[in-house]
């Protein structure tokens, strides 16, 4: 097996043990119980192309993700989040693989390239979208494969074609995935810094190829959303309508928010930072040309996402993909010339890899203390924690003094992954909500006074997904409808009940169950709580 092969297998590896393990242990978030809950209606109601979400219609996202997931439920079935998740999972994989091989294309540097590709994996906003069921993380994997071949395009002497079509197929997809999101945000600034550092030369005599590409990604990322405007017209006027608001007027945040853009990567957030500064490594990377456009890329994705008002910490996602690559460069020149470093330069590197170690030899005891009320529930979690977090510490310490950087590299990575394994099982026992009542209780009732449920307002995500099937709103967009039943029971936030009280002043109205659907006791979120009425003239 060929070296370059042999890094991509342990990559793969890496990869897997990071976003496949233990891909059930979090609870499902509103994100995801959007997503499924269309994922499940597809399944259920074949409702492929005019996707909905409560049996309405959904088109504020394109539906490859939900066509995926769609098919792994049908795979592994409706109730595991395992099942549901590793669609996520596996794009996860493609975009740290290729993260790795776009690298190593323009490098020729295996163990940078590797480098890059583990501090991807292991980068907290990408492995929280590859072990979560939303679809940012497929718009910009595919978006990496369209880059991929559009490299391929302009470093080739032949099968130009080839090349402009998979680029244009894959850059179908992520349109498919989430419109022109990651054209934007991780294509045009890879176009910007890829233009003023390598140049486009040859781009006259690939024009047709060219030409191909855009084509077909054209078709193949925008046929779904003329199909569904041409025959559902009404419905996709009025979605776009909101959705523009909402980029101009939902979450808006200052230009500057995102400036702190590094700390996305949660465990590489110090030497990510170090590898942003051009004046100091400028002249200590392998590969000088490279790493001003991977630094360019990177600053040209923050500085685009910064022009639009609408801001969330994981729109940040298509920066790491760059910054990853960036900062693979500055540990690269720690393993060979870490020794040899001036005391303020080497300060960085011990406060950077000295917290983890330390975290490491000190959390035996410290989680000793902070679970003890709940430690025979999780005793075999912690004890496995304990000792692969312990052992990581002590030798990440040992390999400082020797000042041995690469494998306390590979450590820090081992360190994380120990978290998965380990750490996480122990996520869903503490702070257990004792009075967590599930909405499929509501059952009971219904087949007691045998009548129909109804949401009053504001349906939740997590709700409808947990249920297992649509609940009719009675009141939407300022619109009510009052139910033909003379008996059926209504579910409302507490905060509507008194709305609820003057609507039904004419009926009998009996408040019969609670429903408190918030996994934790430490964070009540209003809209998991429910109070179920049954409501009679």
């Given at each position: 097996?060929?070296?370059?092969?042999?890094?991509?297998?342990?990559?793969?590896?890496?990869?897997?043990?990071?976003?496949?393990?233990?891909l059930d242990a979090i609870y499902?978030?509103?994100?995801?119980?959007?997503?499924?809950?269309?994922?499940?209606?597809?399944?259920?109601?074949?409702?492929?192309?005019?996707?909905?979400?409560?049996?309405?219609?959904?088109?504020?996202?394109?539906?490859?993700?939900?066509?995926?997931?769609?098919?792994?439920?049908?795979?592994?079935?409706?109730?595991?989040?395992?099942?549901?998740?590793?669609?996520?999972?596996?794009?996860?994989?493609?975009?740290?693989?290729?993260?790795?091989?776009?690298?190593?294309?323009?490098?020729?540097?295996?163990?940078?390239?590797?480098?890059?590709?583990?501090?991807?994996?292991?980068?907290?906003?990408?492995?929280?979208?590859?072990?979560?069921?939303?679809?940012?993380?497929?718009?910009?994997?595919f978006m990496m494969l369209a880059i991929f071949s559009l490299y391929k395009l302009y470093n080739s002497t032949k099968n130009w074609y080839l090349y402009a079509a998979i680029s244009g197929f894959f850059m179908g997809c992520s349109i498919l995935s989430k419109g022109p999101v990651s054209i934007y945000a991780l294509l045009l600034p890879f176009l910007i810094a890829y233009g003023v550092i390598y140049n486009f030369d040859g781009t006259k005599v690939r024009w047709k190829a060219l030409a191909l590409l855009i084509l077909l990604a054209l078709i193949s990322g925008g046929w779904?959303?003329?199909?569904?405007?041409?025959?559902?017209?009404?419905?996709?006027a009025e979605i776009t309508s909101q959705e523009t608001g909402r980029w101009l007027n939902y979450n808006v945040r200052p230009f500057y928010y995102y400036w702190s853009f590094f700390i996305q990567s949660g465990l590489w957030t110090i030497p990510s930072f170090v590898a942003l500064l051009y004046p100091y490594l400028k002249d200590k990377v392998s590969n000088k040309k490279a790493y001003k456009f991977t630094l360019f890329w990177t600053l040209a994705s923050v500085f685009l996402l910064s022009v639009i008002p609408e801001k969330k910490s994981r729109y940040l996602l298509p920066v790491l993909i760059p910054m990853a690559m960036n900062t693979a460069f500055y540990i690269e020149y720690l393993f060979n010339y870490f020794r040899s470093v001036k005391i303020k330069e080497a300060a960085i590197v011990y406060f950077h890899f000295g917290i983890f170690a330390l975290v490491g030899c000190i959390f035996p005891i410290a989680a000793y203390?902070?679970?003890?009320?709940?430690?025979?529930?999780?005793?075999?979690?912690?004890?496995?924690?304990?000792?692969?977090?312990?052992?990581?510490?002590?030798?990440?310490?040992?390999?400082?003094?020797?000042?041995?950087?690469?494998?306390?590299?590979?450590?820090?990575?081992?360190?994380?992954?120990?978290?998965v394994w380990f750490g996480l099982p122990m996520a869903d026992k503490i702070n257990?909500?004792?009075?967590?009542n599930s909405i499929v209780n509501v059952d009971k009732h219904l087949e007691k006074y045998d009548v129909p449920l109804?949401?009053?307002?504001?349906?939740?995500?997590?709700?409808?997904?947990?249920?297992?099937?649509?609940?009719?709103?009675l009141n939407q967009g300022g619109k009510l409808e009052i139910p033909s039943e003379d008996k059926f029971l209504l579910l409302t936030e507490?905060?509507?009940?008194?709305?609820?009280?003057?609507?039904?002043?004419?009926?009998?109205?009996?408040?019969?169950?609670?429903?408190?659907?918030?996994?934790?006791?430490?964070?009540h979120k209003v809209r998991l709580h429910r109070e179920l009425y049954l409501i009679e003239k």
């Open positions: 097996m060929k070296l370059e092969n042999k890094y991509l297998l342990l990559l793969i590896l890496a990869g897997t043990a990071v976003f496949f393990v233990n499902i978030n509103i994100m995801e119980a959007r997503n499924f809950i269309t994922a499940r209606e597809m399944v259920n109601d074949g409702n492929w192309i005019f996707t909905t979400m409560n049996a309405e219609p959904r088109y504020e996202k394109p539906p490859l993700p939900t066509w995926l997931t769609a098919i792994s439920m049908m795979i592994f079935g409706m109730e595991g989040l395992f099942g549901l998740r590793l669609p996520s999972a596996i794009m996860g994989i493609i975009l740290v693989v290729f993260i790795y091989k776009f690298l190593l294309k323009i490098t020729k540097n295996i163990e940078l390239s590797f480098v890059a590709g583990l501090i991807a994996t292991t980068s907290f906003y990408i492995i929280f979208s590859s072990r979560d069921g939303q679809w940012d993380i497929y718009t910009h994997s779904w959303n003329l199909y569904v405007y041409l025959f559902d017209t009404r419905a996709v203390f902070y679970f003890e009320p709940m430690l025979q529930d999780i005793l075999i979690w912690y004890i496995l924690s304990s000792i692969f977090l312990f052992i990581i510490g002590i030798l990440m310490f040992r390999f400082l003094m020797l000042k041995k950087i690469r494998p306390v590299f590979y450590l820090s990575v081992f360190f994380l992954i120990s978290i257990v909500n004792k009075a967590y109804y949401e009053f307002q504001n349906f939740t995500p997590e709700i409808i997904w947990e249920y297992g099937k649509p609940i009719k709103v507490t905060d509507n009940a008194d709305s609820l009280q003057k609507v039904f002043s004419n009926y009998s109205i009996e408040k019969i169950d609670i429903i408190d659907m918030n996994p934790v006791s430490t964070k």
